[in-house]
């Protein structure tokens, strides 16, 4: 049962230009989300967050929007750079539970062309 | 930057024997997790451990596994009698409140033969 999906595995995006990295989730009871980056043989790095509350958050080049109605979040990366290329996790929890359980994507491969 | 660290990087072990994968979580951390991460897989949550005690765990998370927080610092995932599907990445994970993200480690990759 995979309540959380990053349909696309992989996106190649030319420097300079936007990413734009998709989620969709099932659980309405999700309260709080997460992008996570993963470059290769190092563990997820914490990007960006975004509570139910919100529709976006903004941090830099990183901003995350929450589409509630439509069980949909997205990661926009603009200007791209070449040191982007990783993985990167959708995560979404349920608050206030103490183990705040994390249910991840599949991830998205993205690749920034020089 | 404080970090979550995990040993060994790299741990091979026959199956059918115990391993113990080691964290040290970020000091003043409170909540502290195990992941794992099949290749070609998504990231699957196995334990989350808060106050001296298993919070929630995934059905994954069988009577082969334990975790335990021995002396304060280290939090460490026990596989008591490993099969060759173990073989995985696993992560550490921990955070300070429970509002906030959770700092993974870099993980062990187990290969079990």
């Known amino acids: 049962d995979q309540q959380v999906k990053q349909n696309s595995p992989s996106l190649s995006v030319q420097e300079g230009r936007i990413s734009i990295l998709n989620c969709d989730y099932t659980?309405?009871?999700?309260?709080?989300f997460l992008w996570y980056k993963k470059y290769p043989a190092e563990g997820p790095t914490f990007l960006i967050s975004?509570?139910?509350?919100?529709d976006k958050n903004e941090d830099g080049r990183f901003t995350v929007f929450l589409n509630k109605s439509a069980k949909h979040l997205s990661l926009h990366i603009v200007p791209s750079q070449p040191g982007d290329s990783a993985v990167y996790f959708c995560?979404?929890?349920?608050?206030?539970?103490?183990?705040?359980?994390?249910?991840f994507g599949t991830g998205t491969s993205l690749t920034v062309i020089p | 930057e404080p970090e979550v660290t995990q040993t060994p990087s790299h741990q091979v072990t026959q199956m059918g024997q115990e391993v113990i994968l080691r964290c040290v979580p970020i000091?003043?951390?409170?909540?502290f997790y195990w992941y794992r991460q099949i290749l070609g897989q998504k990231v699957e949550f196995l334990v989350s451990?808060?106050?001296?005690?298993?919070?929630?765990k995934s059905e994954i998370f069988d009577d082969q596994f334990s975790v335990e927080r021995p002396d304060g610092s280290n939090f460490t995932l026990k596989i008591r009698s490993t099969k060759l599907e173990d073989s995985a990445m696993y992560f550490c994970?921990?955070?300070?409140?429970?509002?906030?993200?959770?700092?993974f480690g870099d993980g062990t990759r187990l290969s079990i033969l």
């Open positions: 994970a921990s955070k300070g409140q429970s509002n906030q993200p959770q700092h």
């Open positions: 659980n309405s009871m999700f309260d709080y």
């Open positions: 975004i509570s139910s509350i919100k």
């Open positions: 995560a979404a929890i349920q608050l206030p539970n103490t183990g705040n359980q994390f249910y």
């Open positions: 000091s003043n951390h409170l909540y």
């Open positions: 451990f808060y106050n001296n005690e298993i919070s929630e």
